[in-house]
Each structure stands twice: as structure tokens, then as C-alpha cells.
């Protein structure tokens, strides 16, 4: 599905990722954890085509295809889709018509026919009800006047309308409580299925204990430093962060 | 004098005595007195405070000959008839001008219970005295020389008299159709009032072929009374070659709610003028609008708002999208009168620019003679959010389609306050397809 070589990425001639190399198979989950500031966001934000990063070094691979070859809504299209950290407010635009336009526009660009309105507003109201959240919120602008669980439900929400090929999860679990993780969670295990890969980036293991990954990446200070099984995730939650903190400095 | 100065004094000559109410002295002496104010004054320049950025004397170098009325054996029916099709699907009044000039057989304005309805083509002698005082009040035009011209050249409009305590069930739309390949002046001028605890909804559209440099000169003068709610929706969607000059004067009673809203779509270039003052205590008036320009289009709002009593609210709330060479211009002043105390007056303009060639002109102005009052005003200019657009993108919607979305966005919030919902998602529809619509004409 996935294969990232030797990715190099700066911001301004400032060095972010150095070195990062990672493969995800077809249908597998894997989880990236990590320091703040070691560099996840920006890979995720690497990995749906935003702007402002230099690539100086290394390649991505997608279904096989360069996804430097690729515009941001042709990554869409092509089933890449992430899952933003601080999913931010747009006035203006009415979620629904958000949700309608994106998903046909994702039809068209495969060269399927749009939904019509009645097959589309079916659909939501199905996806709606397992993530628990009121059609009326659908009628506001997008994010607008949300609160932080709502903003990362309807997230969720747009993935699973979707059903992207290659879900990246940015710290969904972050500013959750317990009840809106577990929906959160539930909503993400849904869409598990083998021919649909994730790449969860969490800064700690308690997501892990609900979307239960194959593969446990540590990234620090932009390159990954250690992989292993999910036993990995324990093993970080007890020990904490402060080794990698340490090559961190080294690294800088 | 310019070239252009001296046509339209010549024309006024010609003109004269084929206008309506010639030989009323009531009306010669309101057409008399206007000509003069135009020839004092000339048409209005950029040394002018008001026109600063709109300079009619440099930019209107052809002045084509007034309209004449379009026989009606070479009109369409009304299906036929080029009308705003915006609002089309509309349980409406609909009144049709063409080339300025009313269209009884085009229109179903006949009957419309407790609204007294006079055509200015109509017969003069027999005019009801709320007519005439409108129309004769020649105070209206000071200093105002497009205003001034509108009434000396009227060739046709309507007076409608909303009636004490009517509530009209449907919208009344006033359709003015530009038609033909000749350029051509038209002026139309209306007089509304609204009675004593009346409701009614205007809505006036202004649509017209492309590649001609035709003229429109609009004036609209409204009286709203005692307790009355009166909306007016105008969308100008003139032609891209067309000038377009309007002047909206309202005067607001006491407890009355006016809310106006201006989509400015069209023509190369206009001026939309709304002057407002007051008549009695607590009224509450919004002046709205949302402008969308491209290509060298010269779009210009100017408003004041004068309060000279006590305790009433304003509001004006713009928004202009302006692409390519577009020019936009505001200029809104809110005047304070010394005893206008618990004056509540609020002003916010704000623009989106597409192209780093696109201009916006913001010009508010305070002018506050009184102590006890709230009046606030912002301007802002910004480009496109980049962050909203990577959002949009990462959802796979194409680049142009996600940048249609947000411009659409941008403008929204004045519409959203339309409470009629049919002429709300008009308004809409004319927004969201303005991204597309302009690629292909501007
Ligand atoms: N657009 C940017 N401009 C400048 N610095 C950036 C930008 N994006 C990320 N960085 C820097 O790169 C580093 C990694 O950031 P980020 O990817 O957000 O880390 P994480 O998500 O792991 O906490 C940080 O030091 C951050 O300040
Ligand atoms: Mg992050």
C-alpha cells in the first residue's frame, strides 16, 4: 500500500523529517507514537499533499504510483485520507454540502456517477447514527460552533463516508474522554478491513488498547527509531518518552 | 462643460416634452429644477469627496440617446421575455420593464390586495397627491447629479402605496429587462411607501445583454411609516458592458424594521447609492450586500446613513469578492446627529481578493455629534484562506471547485439573513455559481 524511503523534509532549510523510512502493508494498522515534535504531523501532512514542505531527499510510494506525481484532491480521490490533529473551522460552507461535494467529487474523479441526493442523505443519516451524532449539526458550517469531541467525530464522520483505501490518524484521541474515545475507536474499527491499511499516530497507548495495531513505529526527531508489535506500545506507555528525547538532542 | 455634459443637456431639450407629465407644472418644475441643478454641477468627478473613486466625468464618455419604448408587437410574451431567472420559480408579483419602460401585458401587478399601484406612463392630472409629493420633492437631488438626471429623464417607473396595516403574502419583483444591440439611457424612478404597520418584501433585478454599453439610472425612493417592515432585495446582474447608476433614498419611521440587500453581479461599471434617514424613534435599518466582480468591472457602494433621532439601530454589513482587474469601492458613513442619543450604528465591510491585480477601496466614516451612543465600524482584506482550501482539498474536492465553495462561503452571511427562503436560495444559487459563471464571461 505504502512504502516511504529515506523521506527527507525541511521547512524553511529547517530539517523535520531526516531519514524516515516505513512500509504499511495492505490492511494492516500501524501506529506511529512519539515525542512532540518528532516530526508525525508533518509526515501525515506530507502524505496528503500539503505545501509547505521542501522534499529534499527519498520517495513515497503509493498502490504503487510516485505520490509526488499527485495533487492534493487526486490523493483524496485515490483513497488517501487524513484524519487532522486540529480539524480546523470553515464559515460558510454547510457541512452537508461539504460532506455531498467531497464525495462526489471524489466519484467523478474516479470516473463513478454521483450519488443522488436521496442515495447520499440515506447514507449519512446511517453513518450519522453509529458515530452518534445529530443530523442538525450537519446543517451548521463546517467545525463551526462543534466542541472538540464533535470536531473529531465528524472527522470519523467523513472517513467513513469516504472509505478511503489509506486512513492517517493524527492524535484522534487527543482531548477526548472515555465515552467519545470509545465511539471514536468503535467508528475506526468499523472500517478495518483487508484491503484498507491505517497508520495511527497517537502520543499515547490508550487509543492502542481499542484499535488494536499490527506494527508500533517510534519516531524521533524525523526518522523512525524503533518498530515492533503492539507489546511496544506497553512498553512506551511505562517507560515514557525520555530515551528517545535523548537522540533527539544528539540527532539535532 | 464636457462633450458629454452638453449631450445631455441637448437631450434633456429633445426629450422634454415626450416625457411623462409634460405640461404639469408640478413636474415641469421638478424636471426644470433638476436640468439646472445638472448644469451647475456637471457630472460628478473624483474631486468630488463622494465620487473620489467613481469619476463619471472621465469614465461616461458616450452618453447614448434615452430609450424609447419597445412597440409591443415586437415584445415576447412573457415566457419569452430574457427576465432575471433567479427567482423565477417564485410565487411572486411580478412587474417587467423593458428597456425602462413598464410592461402592463407582461406583468401581473393588477389587484394585489391593500397596495395601490400608479404607473408614471399613466395620466398625470389624475395623480393621487402622494404621487405627486414624491415625485415633486425636488430636495432629494441636492448635490446629486445622477439623482438629479433620473429626474429630469424619467420616462417610466411605479408608485406603489402599501397599504395602512397590509401585509403582502408574496414578494413584489420588479423585473428591469435591457434588451436590443443599441445602446441606449435608461431611467426609471419608483416611489414606494409603506404605510403605517405594513409589511412587504421588494425584490428588483437589473439584467441585460452583454456587449453594449447601454446606461441605467435607477432611483428608488421609499418612505417606510409608523410600525412598518419593508425588505428589498436588488440583484444588478447587468450586462459586462453596461453602466449602472443607482440612488435608494429610505426614510425610516418609528419601530420600523428595514432591511435592504444588494447583489452586485454585473455591468462594467456601477454605483450603488443608498442614502437613509430617519422619521421617527426605535427603527431599526440594515444595509446590506454582498458585491462579486471580475475582469475590469467597477463596482462602487456609497451609503449614508444620517441619524438625526434618538434610539434607532443601523447596520451595514458588505462583503465584495473582486478577481482579476476588478475594482471595488465602499464608502459608508454613519452620521450621529447631536440628539440622536442611544444611537446603535454598525458598519463592517470586508473583501476577498483573488488576484493580486484586484483593488478594494474601504472607506468608512464616523461622524458622531452625540455622547450616549454605540457606533463601531471594521474594514478587512485578505486573499484566500490557504489552510480552508488544503481542508477542502484533502477531501478530494478539485482546487477551482474547493475556491467556488469558499467565495460562496465569504458572501454568506448577508444572504443567510434573508428570511424569505425562496428568494435566500435564489440569492444562493446566483453566489455559488459565480466562481464558474465568470470564468466564462469576464
Ligand atoms: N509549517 C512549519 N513551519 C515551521 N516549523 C514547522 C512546521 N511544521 C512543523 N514544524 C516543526 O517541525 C517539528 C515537528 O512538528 P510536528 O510534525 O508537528 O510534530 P509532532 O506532530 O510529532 O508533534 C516541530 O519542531 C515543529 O515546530
Ligand atoms: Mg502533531
Known amino acids: ?252 | 462643460m464636457t462633450a458629454a455634459e452638453k449631450t445631455l443637456i441637448d437631450q434633456f431639450g429633445e426629450a422634454r416634452e415626450n416625457l411623462p407629465g409634460n405640461g404639469e407644472a408640478w413636474m415641469d418644475d421638478a424636471r426644470s429644477s433638476a436640468i439646472r441643478t445638472f448644469e451647475k454641477n456637471g457630472l460628478p468627478h473624483r474631486r468630488l469627496e463622494r465620487w473620489k473613486y467613481t469619476d463619471l466625468r472621465a469614465m461616461l464618455g458616450q452618453i447614448p440617446a434615452p430609450a424609447t419604448g419597445t412597440p409591443v408587437s415586437d415584445l415576447p410574451d412573457h415566457d419569452g421575455i430574457n427576465a432575471h431567472t433567479a427567482f423565477a420559480s417564485i410565487e411572486r408579483y411580478h412587474g417587467v420593464f423593458v428597456n425602462g419602460y413598464f410592461q402592463p401585458q407582461l406583468s401581473n401587478l393588477e389587484d394585489i390586495e391593500g397596495v395601490e399601484i400608479v404607473n408614471l406612463r399613466g395620466n398625470f392630472n389624475n395623480f393621487p397627491d402622494w404621487v405627486k409629493a414624491g415625485l415633486g420633492n425636488t430636495s432629494v437631488f441636492e448635490g446629486n447629479a445622477v439623482l438629479a438626471l433620473n429626474t429630469a429623464f424619467a420616462a417610466d417607473g411605479i408608485a406603489l402605496r402599501i397599504k395602512a396595516g397590509a401585509t403582502i403574502d408574496k414578494p413584489i419583483h420588479l423585473d428591469y429587462v435591457t434588451t436590443g444591440d443599441e445602446a441606449a439611457t435608461i431611467s426609471v424612478r419608483n416611489l414606494i411607501i409603506v404605510e403605517k404597520g405594513a409589511q412587504a418584501t421588494l425584490v428588483e433585478t437589473f439584467t441585460g445583454p452583454r456587449d453594449v454599453a447601454y446606461v441605467v439610472n435607477a432611483a428608488t425612493q421609499i418612505t417606510v411609516e409608523e410600525g412598518a417592515r419593508f425588505t428589498r432585495i436588488k440583484v444588478q446582474d447587468e450586462g459586462l458592458d453596461a453602466f449602472h447608476l443607482a440612488n435608494m433614498q429610505i426614510t425610516a419611521g418609528e419601530n420600523t424594521r428595514c432591511h435592504d440587500l444588494t447583489l452586485t453581479l454585473g455591468a462594467r461599471v456601477s454605483r450603488n447609492e443608498v442614502n437613509v434617514g430617519f422619521s421617527g424613534e426605535n427603527a431599526d435599518v440594515t444595509i446590506a450586500g454582498a458585491s462579486m466582480l471580475a475582469g475590469k468591472q467597477h463596482g462602487d457602494t456609497t451609503l449614508c446613513i444620517t441619524h438625526s433621532l434618538p434610539s434607532s439601530n443601523s447596520r451595514q454589513e458588505f462583503k465584495t469578492v473582486l478577481d482579476d482587474y476588478a475594482r471595488g469601492i465602499f464608502q459608508g458613513c454613519v452620521i450621529v446627529k447631536p440628539h440622536a442619543q442611544k444611537t446603535d450604528g454598525r458598519q463592517m465591510t470586508q473583501a476577498l481578493l483573488l488576484s493580486p491585480n484586484a483593488e478594494m477601496d474601504a472607506k468608512p466614516e464616523l461622524e458622531i455629534y452625540a455622547d450616549d451612543v454605540e457606533c463601531a465600524h471594521g474594514a478587512t482584506a485578505g486573499d484566500l484562506d490557504e489552510e480552508y482550501l488544503f481542508y477542502l482539498r484533502a477531501r478530494g474536492i478539485p482546487e477551482a471547485k474547493a475556491k467556488a465553495l469558499l467565495v460562496a462561503a465569504f458572501v454568506a452571511e448577508p444572504l443567510e439573513k434573508i428570511e424569505h427562503e425562496g428568494l435566500r436560495e435564489g440569492l444562493f444559487q446566483l453566489t455559488n455559481a459565480w466562481f464558474d459563471r465568470r470564468k466564462g464571461e469576464a
Open chain 1, 1 to 252: 500500500m505504502l512504502v516511504i524511503e529515506n523521506l527527507h523534509a525541511e521547512v524553511e532549510g529547517e530539517p523535520i523529517l531526516r531519514g524516515l523510512n516505513l512500509e504499511v502493508g495492505t490492511g494492516e494498522v500501524h501506529a506511529i507514537m512519539g515525542p512532540n515534535g518528532s516530526g508525525k504531523s508533518t509526515l501525515s501532512y506530507i502524505l496528503s499533499g500539503k505545501e509547505d514542505y521542501d522534499i529534499t531527499q527519498g520517495s513515497i510510494t503509493y498502490k504503487g504510483d510516485n505520490l509526488f506525481d499527485m495533487s492534493i484532491d487526486e490523493r483524496a480521490a485515490a483513497g488517501i485520507f487524513l484524519a487532522f490533529q486540529y480539524p480546523i473551522e470553515i464559515p460558510g460552507v454547510a457541512a452537508m454540502t461539504f460532506l455531498k461535494t467531497a464525495l462526489n467529487a471524489q466519484r467523478i474523479t474516479r470516473g463513478e456517477d454521483e450519488l443522488t441526493t436521496p442515495a447520499f442523505m440515506k447514507l449519512v443519516k446511517e453513518k450519522t447514527a453509529a458515530l452518534n451524532i445529530r443530523p442538525e449539526m450537519l446543517r451548521r458550517s463546517i467545525n463551526v460552533g462543534f466542541s472538540g469531541g464533535e470536531k473529531k467525530r465528524f472527522e470519523i464522520l467523513q472517513m467513513a463516508l469516504l472509505e478511503p483505501s489509506l486512513c492517517i490518524l493524527d492524535e484522534t484521541d487527543s482531548g477526548l474522554d472515555i465515552d467519545a474515545l470509545q465511539l471514536v475507536a468503535e467508528g475506526v474499527n468499523r472500517l478495518r478491513s483487508p484491503e484498507r491499511s491505517m497508520i495511527v499516530i497517537t502520543h499515547y497507548q490508550r487509543l492502542l488498547n481499542h484499535i488494536i495495531p499490527d506494527r508500533v513505529h517510534v519516531l524521533s526527531a524525523g526518522k523512525v527509531v524503533r518498530s515492533g508489535g503492539k507489546e511496544l506500545a506497553m512498553e512506551l506507555e511505562k517507560n515514557g518518552y525520555a530515551e528517545y528525547e535523548d537522540q533527539k538532542i544528539n540527532a539535532a
